[in-house]
């Protein structure tokens, strides 16, 4: 009965895997088609075209919090006072009296001047496009192959990311079709890094909401679906820091998880035991404490009032 009980919460804390390894690349590439059946059944989906207009939403709302914050001219933010210092960190300001912050910003790393009240938005850019993940190549001819391809099609001013996205999309698609579940979604998962990483955040935030999406649905390596609760805690973060950057609560976030799964999924709603309403009350409860910390400031009745009288 102990054992047994050991079992089970160490089954039930497991939670599923985003790391890309030579051994499940390798074993995808070679599995040889055996859960082709299963595969069939499971994408047999309609592909709708969906209106992104949510996402431009979303996208609007990251690049207004992304925007560059400080002053390059070595000038108190309060004041406009000069101020001499060679060194980062805090400053007090001789003429205003007032703390201000001398930091690196993330966009084009220039040193700034900034207000102490900007310090959290600061760190949270910060926060949003560090630590990108990269997936690392087990087969590097297959990533100089697709560039060749791309260069063939007559793609200028090829970037490393454009044929990132490529290659991973090959490898997603090859991992959907051998049933690799599991490894698909790391894929995915992968997708959104590289997004994060060209400041794509709204559609960083869609793949990750997917990610989340198929992970409720247990994914795995033999094409099967067995419904999991636990959040990987990577992906937690992750969602966590766009979440923070944009100032946005996931009870707030329906329209984007819905388009997220609608625009995505590639399998049949009734192959999975987690439909999209689940999954997303799931998140919902995984961030509530998150969501009650961000008091979303709605517009004040007085202002409502005076921009419909003018
Ligand atoms: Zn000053």
Redesign the pocket.
Known sequence: MQILKKIFSKAKAEEIRLEITKYDVNEMKDSDQKHQNKVHKDLEKKLEVKDRSVVMVYEKRFIGKFKKLGNTHQ???????A?KTLTLGEKK??????T?MVKKRVQDLGTVAYPLENKKQFDLQWTAISKVKKFKFYLNHEYVYIEQELKKKGKINLQTTDVMHSVINAYAKNSLNSGYYELYTAFIFYKAELMRSEQRFSEALVYYFYVHFLQNNGVDNEANFQAKNNMNKELRQRIVDLLDLGNIQIKESKDLFDYAVEHLSVFSQTRMSVNTYKSYKILIKEFKEEDAQKQVKKPMRSFVLYTKAS
């Open positions: 000038k108190c933010p309060y004041c406009r006072n101020y300001c001789v003429k205003c009296s007032k201000f």
